[in-house]
DNA sequence: GCAAAATGTCAAG
DNA sequence: TTGACCTTTTGCA
């Protein structure tokens, strides 16, 4: 169940345990069998991120992985378990492996299709040098809620449901504000902040983005349920204003939001 | 045993 | 705007 952080936390760590090694790549469910076969035994390059997406170059061959709502990744060293359920790919290597299910994509591309994906992304928060300005151009052109355009994977790339949630309750901004609403001087820290609460949620693997945030950086314990002011927190009172947090449907995705904060 | 839910995207109408 | 799709886990009979 991912957002940005996770995938560049996946591309970090197959890079560390598989790259520059002759990558075993399997497909026990079968339905990934003959992409399987197009990189299996050969070397691996890098895994690299961006936005939602996971590109991994064996040459000129790519794997791509979307995970979709209900993909993941699981991963171990040593011997490999014996394959359970929709096992879609397996990567083997002499002292590591992983298993991917229930991605909504895992296809083998050229370079030059993963360059066509690439293009079509907004700024990713969490490549170096990525520039908010793409984005506040496209955010401040139309008319559609915000809430909706920081889902935009064209409009910006790696946030999902939790961080777009979150980072307007953090900058008080009111969900349904029109893109073209949006100021520069509302833009601004937003984005910055954007970046600073991926970063942290990379390095710790978890979104947080309460007060505690701080305590989870010096590598403190914090409660799930005091990760965040108002994902999945329908009808219990504001951390700040103590108003019950309000849910509804936009674009068939639930949108949590404090209606007397973000005003 | 079965329904519902989960950090997502695409295409049809 | 709606439905389809990918899979596992959880909660309630």
Redesign the pocket.
């Given at each position: 169940?991912?957002?940005g952080?996770?995938l560049h936390g996946l591309a970090r760590d197959q890079s560390q345990h598989f790259a520059g090694k002759r990558v075993r790549v399997s497909s026990p469910?079968g339905?990934f069998a003959a992409g399987a076969a197009l990189v299996d035994g050969r070397i691996l390059d890098v895994v690299t991120a961006h936005?939602?997406?996971l590109f991994a170059a064996f040459g000129e061959l790519v794997v791509h992985v979307?995970?979709?709502?209900?993909?993941?990744y699981t991963a171990g060293s040593g011997e490999p378990p014996e394959p359970?359920?929709?096992?879609?790919m397996r990567w083997v290597v002499d002292d590591h492996w992983t298993d991917l299910?229930?991605?909504?994509a895992c296809e083998v591309l050229t370079k030059l299709e993963v360059g066509a994906i690439i293009a079509?992304l907004g700024p990713d928060p969490l490549r170096p040098r990525a520039k908010g300005d793409r984005a506040y151009a496209r955010i401040a052109r139309s008319r559609a809620p915000v809430a909706g355009l920081l889902?935009d994977?064209?409009v910006l790339?790696g946030?999902?449901?939790?961080?777009r949630a979150e980072i307007l309750f953090r900058h008080r901004i009111p969900p349904y504000l029109p893109g073209r609403d949006v100021t520069e001087d509302l833009w601004a820290p937003l984005w910055r902040d954007l970046v600073t609460l991926m970063r942290a949620g990379l390095r710790s693997g978890?979104?947080i983005t309460t007060r505690h945030l701080d305590r989870d950086r010096q590598g403190g314990y914090v409660r799930a349920a005091d990760a965040h002011y108002v994902?999945?927190r329908t009808g219990l009172p504001c951390r700040i204003c103590g108003t019950p947090i309000t849910m509804q449907?936009l674009?068939?995705?639930?949108l949590y939001w404090c209606p007397t904060c973000q005003t």
């Open positions: 169940m991912p957002e952080h996770t469910q339905t936005g939602k997406h979307h995970l979709g709502l209900f993909g993941k359970r359920g929709a096992l879609r299910r229930g991605a909504t079509r889902m994977q064209s790339s946030v999902g449901n939790v961080y978890r979104i994902y999945r449907l674009a068939a995705r639930k």
